[in-house]
């Protein structure tokens, strides 16, 4: 395992363990709340954490070597995506932040076009994304529609494999990342909201190599929606 992916996964695990604290405090707040009241970003700053379903997009791989100039194309199970923002209201209807999550999903197959044939075929794309956002709030009292987007890096590993002695796929590598969407939230109490949303993603030239020695230099763009759910907690002026 490279140190990339023991990252991933001890960022995995702690935003997991959040989100289960998190519902532990979101569930006493419901229960004590005998009505909603205004959305939980009413102050200056606020923390976020959510997860929720990744689905990735069958994306191309191209080699560009002379000896199998061509494309693979890669196709993936739903997976999931956990992440957490801390971010600040610029104005009463705009909001920035800082996002890192994570999102993983598992290889099902894989797909020559050139050939043309379709193989089964086993392993993983995985990414840490750390994202600059702004969103633009719709205040229409107990509830908040929003959309916006956010702009940074998506670090990714990934691996896929068939019947072949190599993988035809893996690597690490760290490519732009974008994301656009919206989403409602709703206040739960004065400190704490609930917010659902969805997300479409990508991560632009990425480059990851097979092992085979005739298909190398493999470059791709990964793009996927994300359906998630969260919390935001109101942290005041700090």
Sequence with gaps: MNVQSELATIMKNLLLSGACAAALVLGCSAAQAAD??????????????FGGASFLEEFDITYSNSGTAGISETSTDAGFIVGGAIGMEISPNVR?????SYFENQVNGLN??????????????NSVNLLVNVWHDFNMGGFTPYIGGGAGVGFVDAQAAWSD?????????VGF????????????TEMIGADVGYRFRGIL????????????????????????AGITINLGGM
């Design 165 to 173: 002695p190599f993988n035809e796929l893996v690597g690490s590598d």
């Design 96 to 100: 920035a932040e800082v996002e890192v």
């Design 36 to 49: 909603y009241e205004e959305p939980a970003v009413g102050g200056v700053w606020y923390a976020s954490i």
């Design 112 to 125: 020559y076009p050139y050939f043309p044939v379709d193989y089964d075929a086993s392993g993983h794309v």
């Design 205 to 228: 030239d990425v480059t990851l190599p097979s092992d085979d020695p005739v298909q190398t230099n493999a470059s791709t763009d990964i793009y996927g929606h994300f359906v998630q």
């Design 177 to 188: 990342a974008f994301q656009a969407g919206g989403g409602v939230r709703f206040g739960l």
